[in-house]
């Protein structure tokens, strides 16, 4: 009977887990969301690339057209991928806010924070094949 107890209280736990990375996961790319209600999509190319001056962060320029074919041009951070010069690039843009812009790729758009919301129902149908008592009768 403790057994069952405690496989309950573990089961309850990881459910627990489950819901909270979901819910944090959800709210912080709440947001994004937003922003893509409003996004306008375009392509932008790569002008340039190199480290800031005075930092180890390194950067990607990129030029693009925004409302009224006013020319743009905004540096990112690149983590996750290599770009080349001359590379045309998928961007989204907030034509009220031309300077709320991003690489249109999934890992851009959605990093770690859509992958916690993917990543909480995981751990609750994960707990659901925990370990279950043998029941001796």
Same mark, same amino acid.
Request: hydrophobic fraction near 45%; aromatic fraction near 14%; glycine fraction near 10%.
């Given at each position: 009977?403790?057994?069952?107890?405690k496989r309950?209280?573990?089961?309850?736990?990881?459910?627990?887990?489950?819901?909270?990375?979901?819910a944090i996961?959800?709210?912080?790319?709440? @947001?994004?969301?937003?922003?893509?209600?409003?996004?306008? &999509?375009? /392509?932008? =190319?790569?002008?340039?690339? !190199?480290?800031?001056?005075?930092?180890?962060?390194?950067?990607?320029?990129?030029?693009?057209?925004?409302?009224?074919?006013?020319?743009?041009?905004?540096?990112?951070?690149?983590?996750?991928?290599?770009?080349s010069n001359?590379?045309?690039?998928?961007?989204?843009?907030? @034509?009220?806010?031309?300077?709320?812009?991003?690489?249109? &790729?999934? /890992?851009? =758009?959605?990093?770690?924070? !859509?992958?916690?919301?993917?990543?909480?129902?995981?751990?609750?149908?994960?707990?659901?094949?925990?370990?279950?008592?043998?029941?001796?009768?």
């Amino acid at each position: 009977m403790a057994e069952d107890t405690k496989r309950g209280e573990s089961f309850g736990t990881w459910i627990g887990v489950g819901l909270a990375i979901s819910a944090i996961g959800i709210l912080c790319a709440l @947001p994004k969301l937003k922003f893509f209600r409003s996004a306008r &999509r375009t /392509w932008g =190319v790569v002008v340039d690339q !190199g480290v800031r001056p005075g930092t180890n962060d390194y950067q990607v320029f990129i030029e693009f057209f925004g409302e009224r074919d006013r020319r743009l041009r905004l540096s990112f951070p690149a983590q996750v991928y290599n770009y080349s010069n001359g590379e045309m690039v998928p961007i989204l843009y907030d @034509p009220l806010n031309p300077r709320k812009v991003m690489v249109d &790729r999934f /890992w851009s =758009v959605w990093n770690i924070w !859509g992958l916690l919301a993917l990543l909480g129902p995981a751990v609750c149908i994960g707990a659901f094949f925990l370990p279950r008592p043998e029941h001796r009768g």
